[in-house]
């Protein structure tokens, strides 16, 4: 189901790349504007996945209310369908509590999906799906990736070879529709006055994001990222094929079962979240409702909530 514009119209937006300083920012602002945090993170939705996925801590969230964080177990799949629905459920309640909804995270997919609505497709095809996962497990994620940029490029070139899930997502499109997936989700914004509050993304300086990332990942290993990896192969039903793709997981298992060695697994985590924060600048300059804000070093979580206030406020 869409997102309601009624509901749309009286929330607000705060994205941007991984380790921006997102989590600060948006707890000074549902101080400021009596919010409740709604969460935009695809991967914060599992329980047990806690430090991989940054999530806010204990004291956080008791000093202002989230929501959407933990709500499905490891071991299922979750659609951005089912995100749309139940992030609309969630705004719903808190506006009926007169609060504002904020929603805070960096999965681009999810915020375009609530701005401008999304393309359902045709239903899942598991014998597909489970025969595309056997061809990337034979050939390479990169092979994967290859049939997609034949069939569609456009979509190739959005998709990280190592996104999986939602590459093998655009080739069952393909092959169920005859239609590329990138020509069937060209939604446009909606009318101003249907657009949210605000809508605003922080854009920081490159270097500073990338040393910021750089120990945001030693931080997780060193607060026990392996041994919650360990922890969740031994679940019964296993992790999903999502959720062992998530980035940090996929790396630590690959390390738990033989083929890195940890060094190795933690200098390509840092790889792969410096290639994520890239893609993620590139899905946010494409949503023309999100307003940039640039994040410096200098500035103080007060003084770009004030920012914030003052420049994105209507």
Known sequence: MPFPVELLTATWFVAGPTASGKTALSLCLAKQLNAEIVSLDSMAIYRGMDIGTAKPTAEERRAVPHHLIDVADPHEEFSVSEFVRLAAAAAEEIVGRGRVPLFVGGTGLYLRSILRGMSEGPPADWSLRNELQEYAEQHGNEALHARLQQQDPASAEKLHPNDTRRIIRALEVIALTGIPMSQS???????????????????????????????????????????????????????????????????????????????????????????????????FRQLEECRQIDVTAECSVEDLCRRILAEAAP
């Open 185 to 283: 989700q060209h939604h446009q914004p909606r009318p101003e006055e249907q657009r949210p509050k605000a809508t605003v993304w922080l854009h920081p300086p490159r270097d500073w994001l990338y040393h910021r990332i750089d120990a945001r990942v030693d931080a997780m290993v060193q607060q026990g990222l392996v041994d919650e990896t360990r922890q969740l192969l031994q679940l019964t039903p296993p992790m999903s094929r999502t959720a062992r793709q998530a980035l940090g997981y996929r790396e630590i298992i690959d390390h738990l079962e033989g083929s890195r060695t940890l060094p190795d697994a933690i200098e390509q985590i840092k790889t792969g979240t410096r290639q994520f924060a890239k893609r993620q600048h590139t899905w």
